[in-house]
């Protein structure tokens, strides 16, 4: 076994390993403190062993992992993101009742994220799937309030919905392969020609979009992040929706191309991204803020994968992998830093989280800014590129409204050094891993980014939004409130009246179930049917 495929093969194994010595008392004490190391072996392939690839079983089982450059990127991004989020839990934790059971969820949601960035093979692909979605229900349920259960009841529902859709998906594709369990390669060349194809492409959509948190699929983010742990949050939004890219990126035909397809998932991801600020907009609590700012980003990237889909280009996936890493970082370090900054309304700190979310919007010279250069080229001229770039609008207004939730919030938690050395460590990792490698990502030198119209691009958009919500922000406490969840929580408030509907309606039937009124239904209804026969006559 070469040195890049055991990295590749540690990647996933060791935080499984981690989590399965809690069956011995002695190391379960000690768990806690080596979140930090678990992912760091993900991390080194990351550096190391793109282009890697190792079968660890034959056929028929076919276990094999290999490294491309859309998955080294992600796997760097989140062995970074779980390493220091890791250090900042261990120390976030240390108190917290149930925390063996956070570690173990920890490390196996760890595990599974992992694995998705690494798996070749249908099967193995799944696994990961299903050992990231199902292990991240704890880290929503941790606290164990009423709030916390409801929120993770969704979550459940919903992860179980979209690995339905996505069993179906994957089973249409291996119909016809020998083995049963054909590489992602193999099934993504046969797609085009097979006859289910648009079946595939339908729940493939379905079930990503529904871990990406897609309109109207979203709701279990706004629920989920106001209850989970500050660190837990953060590896929500930051990595788990990224099991939903990494699957658009593996399974969608960008060579091959479908026009209908990425036309409706572009139309998909800019209605989610203007909805998703519209609804942020009417939220009070800053983590749900962030939360649906994370709705709207996934969206962009939705429309990225989209346009590249239905112009057939596969560049599309090193560009959305890029920008996703972006979003990965910033929004980790924002969560990270909301525990750590809430009701201040000045210092050092409320400068740094400034920075880090007007990073969302493309704020010039940081990796937000390089993250929306790279994926408008992916857009032809038109109204959606021309939407895309006015997201930022959306994004730079929904992170001032942010802001202003954080300054007017409840106090945070004293900031150790260790927690302030987690935080900004993965605040500064956005920064420099996005100057690092957009070099390799485009092929292009980093120096035309400093020229004047460059800079202009990045900053318009931002001083639109911030002149959109600046004047009414003092009047944020008066705009109707939308509760968290949204669709949800309405479809939650008309249960009762559609209780009623249908014990109304049965009981309509009921009555006209009886003789004497069936009868003079009867009778009615052929007199009404003779004088429709007389009069057309």
């Known amino acids: 076994m070469s040195a890049a495929g055991l990295l590749l093969a540690a990647a996933p194994t060791f935080p499984l390993l981690l989590g399965a010595s809690a069956l011995w008392r002695g190391a379960r004490a000690h768990l806690l403190r080596v979140l930090p190391v678990a992912p760091l072996p993900a991390l080194a392939a990351a550096l190391l062993a793109p282009g890697g690839s190792l079968v660890l079983a034959p056929d028929p089982l076919r276990l094999t992992l290999a490294l491309d450059l859309p998955g080294a990127l992600l796997l760097g991004g989140a062995g970074m993101l779980w390493s220091l989020a890791g250090l900042y839990a261990a120390r976030y934790m240390a108190g917290a009742r149930h925390r063996t059971s956070f570690t173990l969820w920890w490390l196996f949601t760890m595990a599974g994220t992992l694995g998705l960035f690494v798996v070749a093979d249908l099967a193995s692909f799944y696994l990961a799937f299903s050992l990231a979605s199902l292990a991240a229900y704890g880290l929503v349920a941790q606290e164990r309030n009423p709030e916390a259960e409801r929120a993770a009841r969704v979550y459940m529902v919903l992860a179980l919905l979209g690995e339905a859709f996505l069993l179906m998906g994957f089973v249409l594709m291996a119909v016809g392969v020998a083995d049963g369990n054909p590489m992602i390669a193999q099934a993504l060349e046969r797609l085009p020609a097979s006859p289910w194809r648009e079946a595939i492409l339908a729940l493939l959509i379905l079930g990503f979009g529904l871990k990406m948190g897609l309109v109207p699929l979203h709701v279990w983010m706004p629920l989920a992040h106001p209850v989970a742990p500050m660190p837990a949050s953060a590896v929500l939004s930051g990595i788990i929706v990224k099991a939903g890219i990494i699957g658009l990126i593996r399974f969608l ?10 036309t409706a998932l572009v139309v998909l991801g800019l209605f989610t991204a203007y909805y998703a600020v519209a609804v942020g907009l009417a939220q009070r609590h800053p983590k749900v803020v962030l939360a649906y700012s994370t709705v709207s980003q996934m969206g962009v990237i939705a429309a990225v994968l989209g346009a590249g889909l239905a112009a057939g280009d596969p560049r599309t996936r090193t560009l959305a992998a890029y920008y996703a890493l972006h979003h990965m970082l910033v929004k980790g370090a924002l969560f990270l830093g909301t525990g750590l900054s809430a009701g201040q309304r000045n210092g050092w700190k409320r400068v740094v989280m400034a920075v880090l979310a007007f990073a969302l919007a493309g704020l010039p010279l940081t990796s937000g800014m390089l993250a929306k250069y790279v994926v ?26 942010f802001l202003h939730r954080l300054a007017h919030a409840a106090e945070a938690k004293r900031a150790g050094p260790v927690l302030l050395a987690s935080w900004l460590g993965v605040g500064a990792a956005s920064l420099v891993a996005a100057w690092a490698l957009f070099p390799v990502v485009t092929n292009t030198s980093a120096a035309t980014l400093f020229s004047p119209a460059t800079v202009w691009k990045a900053s318009w958009p931002i001083l639109i939004g911030v002149l959109l919500v600046l004047p009414p922000l003092r009047l944020a406490d008066r705009v109707p409130h939308i509760p968290p969840g949204d669709v949800i929580v309405w479809a939650e408030r008309l249960l009762p009246r559609l209780r009623r509907l249908a014990e109304d309606v049965e009981r309509l039937d009921a009555f006209l179930r009886r003789w004497p009124v069936a009868a003079l239904l009867l009778v009615l209804l052929m007199l009404l049917l003779g004088a429709a026969l007389q009069l057309s006559a």
Request: glycine share 14%; no cysteine; hydrophobic share 55%.
């Open 376 to 401: 408008k080229d992916v857009f032809a001229p038109g109204p959606a590129l021309w939407l895309v770039t006015l997201s930022a609008a959306g994004s730079a207004a929904l992170m001032l409204h």
């Open 253 to 262: 035909p960008f060579e091959a191309g479908a026009e209908g397809w990425g």
